[in-house]
């Protein structure tokens, strides 16, 4: 006999049954990732991750992520291939540096078409191309970082080698000062260091090196286990970072009010951080590819000029470099 009574109570259960399972486990919990960085979180070279962080893009992606910071760029593809993390910020070249020594890191994404590193002296400087700096003090963030290899391969352009230059790795603030002391004759810099010296009396220069060595821009790298167990997890990270980016190429001046309003420590220096980032936005992050591709050609180039110039001491096939299907289709 039908029983509206027992009916309802039954209902009632079943939708208490329900709320509890979903209250137990969330549909849209966040996924915490940490990405491993190659020097600190706050310089501008890293506004792509702030902006897309501060926008809520992380978040609509399911990710929170914490960002550490190891020792250089080509330290972060070792502890990445180590399987420390599974991601992680490296050079252009990171993995045709390490990968003949067995780390098995390969590229998902470039963050933009530009070199990374310049060469940059003092405006009243005789330094008008890298063969000028034979016998010369040259300053870099590190030997384990991509500018460290990049100036090597504007040496080898021009048949000078680390031995004809006095190369002194002396972190990323001693990088500038030392330069603007005058105590050496260029270094191998970062837009953020370019703004560092104009900000404290200096007038840097570029001197331009395209025609001796075209350097990578900055990576996201993953290990190859990384790359087959988690492939989704890397995707919806290189979207989110992609959109950050792509905000700052889009216009740099409304990045950079985004940018400094996540990063308070800057405060007085408005005017300075958001010259750096519209430099990174015209001589790093655009490209005339779509956004996040790899430059396939220009990776195998620089593999060649490094075996070539024994900066490496093998080549490694060109698709243990990199990897593909990690970028927006949309």
């Known amino acids: 006999m039908f029983n509206a009574r027992s009916l309802v109570f039954s ?90 020594n067995g780390v098995p890191i390969k590229i998902v994404a470039m963050l933009g078409g530009g070199s990374l590193g310049a060469l940059i002296v003092n405006g009243n400087s ?16 590190s030997y384990q970082d991509g500018t460290f290899y990049t100036l090597l391969g504007m040496l080898g352009a021009v048949g000078l080698t680390r031995n004809d230059v006095d190369i002194q790795a002396v972190g990323p603030t ?18 953020d260091w370019i703004g560092a010296m104009s900000d404290n009396g200096g007038s ?6 395209d025609q001796y060595f075209v350097g990578l821009p900055q990576t996201i790298i993953a290990s190859d286990r990384a790359i087959r ?12 970072t992609l959109r950050g980016l792509n905000e700052i190429v889009r216009d740099p001046d ?12 800057y405060a007085g220096k408005e005017a300075s951080i958001t010259r750096v980032i519209n430099l990174y936005a015209q001589r790093v992050f655009k490209s005339d590819k779509p956004i996040g591709t790899i430059d396939v050609a220009r990776l195998e180039k620089t593999q060649d000029f490094y ?10 096939p060109m698709t243990d470099l990199y990897a593909t299907g990690f970028l927006p289709t949309r």
Request: glycine content about 8%.
């Open 126 to 141: 005789t330094v008008k191309s890298p063969a000028d700096l034979k016998g010369k003090t040259v300053t870099v963030m």
């Open 307 to 316: 075996a070539q110039h024994a900066i490496i001491q093998s080549k490694s």
């Open 229 to 240: 167990e988690k492939p989704e997890l890397i995707r919806r990270f290189v979207r989110a």
């Open 11 to 100: 209902l009632a259960s079943a939708a208490a049954l329900a709320l509890a399972s979903l209250a137990a486990t969330p549909v849209h919990a966040q996924e915490k990732i940490t990405y491993l960085l190659p020097a600190p979180f706050v310089l501008p070279s890293f506004a792509p991750y702030v902006i897309a962080r501060e926008r809520g893009f992380y978040k609509e992606e399911n990710l929170e992520i914490n960002f550490e910071v190891g020792k250089g760029g080509i330290d972060v593809a070792k502890q990445v291939g180590a399987g420390t993390v599974d991601i992680g910020h490296g050079p252009g070249d990171g993995s045709i540096v390490v990968r003949p």
């Open 254 to 265: 409304a990045a950079a009010k985004v940018y400094l309003k996540a990063m308070p420590q």
């Open 174 to 191: 001693n990088v500038w000062q030392l330069l603007l002391a005058g105590k050496s004759e260029a270094m191998l810099g970062v837009p």
């Open 204 to 209: 840097p220069r570029v001197v331009p090196t």
